[in-house]
């Protein structure tokens, strides 16, 4: 037909948002990510909850599930250090959860019903949920714990998030505050990584320290090393919970690494040991679901803090093949 495009080859073109260079012998880490209606075995699934409106502090963390699954199509499938290709482990991309424009807890209703669901359609799966603020955490964990699963957390964060309700409802600042009190989680199952200096009140520690959370501070992680740390934390887990969630605020890295995040600061960990953290707890069974929040590109430069989200991801799935 004249004048119809489909029917004109033009070999120079190439679709809108594919990758720029094509090489026959390299997967790019965002072809992992299948849709929901393909059929497949993957052990992965993978759901943005992109909810912002209720962090205390100015936030655009709604963008973020999109840039890092972006960020994704930078890196490779390959893991040279371990040997390991990763180019046939799909990842489920539901996409996201539909926010309420002005409703926050119905927002984080829609969070809680949806991971409850995803959890039972995809038994298997490990759960990845790209936030949104830290808020999402006490929906999604909350849903994990349903099915009176004994839940254990692991949180990688600068901040306790065990801030009182009465002051602002459910903000970024109250998840663990939330799951504890609605017995969704008990104090002694959660355990804190990377808490710092000038980032809480000491009411917040005396209260985690209360409810029986361990709290690891940035002090112990540079006398400790993070690798003894976290061998703790699945020692003291593994035998009291059926499942462990990682929740890694990304805040808990220095402002160095994470440039793109709302509460950046100094004297906080690194890349390199938050990711090799991921690795190693990763490769326990009974860790089975992630979440990576607080990242906001709209602050971030040349999208460093959605790349270590990307590798974070990355380090999860390399983990579950060790
Ligand atoms: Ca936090």
Known sequence: MKGDLRMTKLPYIKQAGQAIFQDRFVKKANELLISADARNDSRFILVGAPLSKSSISHSGASFAPATIRKMLSSYST??????????????????????????????????????SELLEVHQTKQLILLGGDHSVSFPAIKAFAGGKRRVGVIQFDAHHDLRNLEDGGPTNGTPFRSLLESGSLKGEHLIQIGIRNFANGKAYSSYGKEQGVSIYTMKDVREQSLSLIVKEAIRKLENEVDVIYLSVDVDVLDQAFAPGCPAIGPGGMSSEELLNAILFLAQHDKVQGMDIVEIDPTLDFRDMTSRVAAWIILNFILGKRM
């Open 78 to 115: 390959y893991a040279i250090e371990e040997n390991i290709e990763l180019e046939n482990e799909e990842i489920v991309d539901v996409g996201d959860i539909v926010m309420h424009p002005t409703d926050i807890v119905q927002s984080q209703k829609r969070i809680e019903d949806t991971v």
